[in-house]
């Protein structure tokens, strides 16, 4: 499911991006809370394959980690500083390797790599193992295979985004459907593999009030669908992205994190799977933030909202005045769109981006 003036205008972005870009970067890898059946210390790598494919191609308006993938990997470079990223991470029961991509795309990660990927976790020794996948590359034989060479159960995330189909495809052009995230998921049930459904919060073109509707619905829908866990993303403003560019016009800001909090008290009490989020740049101008004097302390609060599932954290905050205003305010005066959603600019006059309409 594509919008040809939306993928068009992306692709246009991401070739200028990819002639600036550097594409080097190395493993990178830390140690964090995380939720399991309690908290738990997780530890994350960051393996920079190739860059994930649909983002060579055009990719998602939000998305510039392709940027930071390597033209070409050098894998016993990588799978030595990976040996080395798992050994400074000795002892975690729960290991998160991300690379940016689709682990499952063989050619983001020969079938070959990927073996030589899960011996060494093997080795590492956590009691479950996280990767992510668009859905498309979440195959029974791909997941039985790994399953059965996987010492650690295996957790599959997935960048579902929202439950939309129409947002996802105007706003956020994935190239994928609600139905493609749901055969998915059921393969990977059949195999036994629970799935994390990943959640974009506010994606371009949606007021406050419609980001933080579209996130609790999303959610609930995910959990119906047989998701065992949520994690909400709030949007971060990346390089080299159709988000970055509407972000200089004045015609994007990422979300509130007072939003944050709200969808999160929402869904832990409408849904039975845990509801996280570690948000990306919290407090600066390019990620979730509020006016600054709360920042820190209502940051500090999803996460340990996150990584303990008690809504304590999240209560007795203050500072929500102006988030409220907004909540009220925003879309005033604009002409809602065909879904709801407000499709005018905030700056430069009102320009309409073309991308919506696909005018």
């Known amino acids: 499911m594509i919008n040809p ?36 210390e997780a530890g994350v790598v960051i393996m920079p394959t190739r860059g994930c494919s649909w983002g060579l191609r055009s990719g998602c308006s939000m998305c510039g980690y392709v940027y930071d993938s390597p033209a070409v990997v050098d894998w016993d470079a990588l799978l030595g500083d990976f040996t080395h990223a798992l050994e400074e991470l000795d002892g975690v029961p729960y290991l998160k390797v991300f690379n940016s991509g689709s682990f499952f795309d063989e050619r983001e990660v020969p079938p070959e790599m990927r073996d030589r ?7 590492a020794g956590p009691r479950r193992l996280q990767v992510e996948s668009r859905p498309e590359f979440v195959t029974p034989e791909v997941l039985g295979e790994t399953v059965d ?23 956020i052009n994935k190239g994928f459907s609600l139905e493609d995230f749901e055969r ?11 799935v994390k459904a ?7 073109f949606l007021t406050e009030r419609e980001a933080v509707e579209d996130a609790v619905a999303s959610a609930r829908t995910a959990c119906e669908m047989g998701a065992s866990r949520v994690s909400f993303n709030p949007m971060n403003v990346q390089r080299g992205t159709l988000v970055e560019a ?22 832990a009490g409408e849904v039975e799977v845990p509801v ?32 303990t599932q008690d809504i304590k954290h999240l209560e ?18 604009q002409t809602p769109g065909p879904m709801g959603f407000y499709v005018r600019g905030r700056g430069n006059g009102g320009n309409r981006w073309p991308v919506i309409s696909g005018k």
């Open 5 to 40: 003036a939306l993928d068009g205008l992306i692709r246009e972005i991401r070739a200028k991006g990819l002639e600036r870009a550097g594409r080097k970067a190395k493993t990178v890898s830390w140690r964090e809370r995380d939720y399991l059946d309690g908290t738990v």
């Open 117 to 123: 990927i899960i011996g060494l976790v093997n080795q």
């Open 149 to 171: 060479a996987l010492d650690a159960e295996l957790e599959v995330g997935i960048g579902l985004e929202t439950a939309s189909d129409y947002i996802r495809t105007h706003c």
């Open 184 to 194: 998915a998921l059921g393969s990977c049930q059949d195999t036994g593999a629970p």
């Open 198 to 204: 990943y959640l974009l919060v506010k994606p371009p």
């Open 246 to 267: 509407l972000w200089r016009r004045g015609e994007y800001r990422p979300p509130w994190l007072w939003s944050i909090v709200e969808i999160l008290k929402r869904t």
């Open 276 to 307: 996280l989020c570690h948000p990306t740049a919290a407090g600066k101008a390019r990620g979730a933030h509020n006016c600054g004097t709360c920042d820190r302390e209502i940051a500090g609060a999803v996460v340990e909202f996150s990584v």
């Open 316 to 333: 007795g905050l203050e500072c929500r005045e102006m988030w409220q205003d907004v909540l009220e305010l925003e879309g005033l005066g």
